[in-house]
């Protein structure tokens, strides 16, 4: 079982419309990062969220965490094809040494021109 | 740009050779982990060194896999008698110091082994 869950798996959108990735877990994170990875490539950082109910936006995303630290979620405003890729969140446990990210499974997400 | 620089891409081994994967961290980062990721898998943590040290081997196999970080050269992650079910990508990460809440990891490219 994933430590952290996505959902959804797979997600297929038309460009200009919204999207929304979940990431959800029963443990609670000290720090929950958004990467992106594109096929054949490494996971790129996205963005770093630290306390809880924290919102950043990064241009056209959104990124959320949850109050109690235990989810978070990725919304994209008007998504474009090259917002295409794989959605991958991971966190540090509150109860974990500091650099044991745990990944969740990411979201595909595919936006057609 | 010096970034994470894995080698090589694309690996091919028969069962029970050996598979060495490479990795030279950014510069200035000191700290350097690997992740192994499987189809439709997110990435598991394997193993977290730094210079000379190995600080964390948790999450590597006991047996055929070993890693390395010498004071010169990059780090090596090392797999003897390849089995299929080792056919993967594996990543390779670095950071400038431990934790992630500010110091984020910095991925490379991976290397993509098959078992034949």
């Known amino acids: 079982t994933q430590l952290l869950e996505q959902s959804p798996q797979f997600l297929s959108i038309q460009e200009g419309e919204n999207l929304t990735v979940y990431c959800n877990s029963s443990?609670?994170?000290?720090?929950l990062q958004w990467y992106r990875q594109e096929p054949g490539e490494g996971p790129v950082l996205l963005v770093t969220?630290?306390?809880?109910?924290e919102v950043k936006k990064l241009k056209r995303l959104t990124f959320q965490f949850g109050d109690a630290r235990k989810d978070s979620s990725l919304h994209i405003t008007a998504a474009q094809p090259g917002d295409t890729g794989l959605y991958l969140c991971?966190?540090?446990?509150?109860?974990?040494?500091?650099?044991?990210?745990?990944f969740g499974a990411g979201t595909t997400v595919t936006v057609r021109a | 740009n010096a970034g994470v620089m894995q080698n090589p891409r694309h690996l091919v081994r028969r069962r029970g050779q050996e598979a060495r994967l490479r990795c030279s961290p950014m510069?200035?980062?000191?700290?350097v982990y690997w992740y192994r990721q499987l189809p439709e898998e997110g990435l598991k943590f394997m193993v977290y060194?730094?210079?000379?040290?190995?600080?964390?081997e948790s999450g590597m196999p006991k047996e055929r896999f070993s890693a390395e970080f010498p004071k010169e050269g990059p780090s090596i992650l090392r797999i003897q008698q390849v089995v299929r079910g080792d056919s993967a990508a594996y990543f390779c990460?670095?950071?400038?110091?431990?934790?992630?809440?500010?110091?984020?990891?910095?991925f490379g490219e991976g290397s993509r082994l098959t078992v034949l």
């Open positions: 510069k200035g980062h000191s700290h």
């Open positions: 060194l730094q210079k000379e040290n190995i600080i964390d």
């Open positions: 969220v630290v306390t809880g109910g």
């Open positions: 990460a670095s950071s400038p110091r431990t934790g992630t809440n500010t110091g984020e990891l910095f």
């Open positions: 991971a966190g540090t446990l509150l109860s974990s040494n500091d650099y044991k990210l745990s």
């Open positions: 443990s609670v994170f000290s720090s």
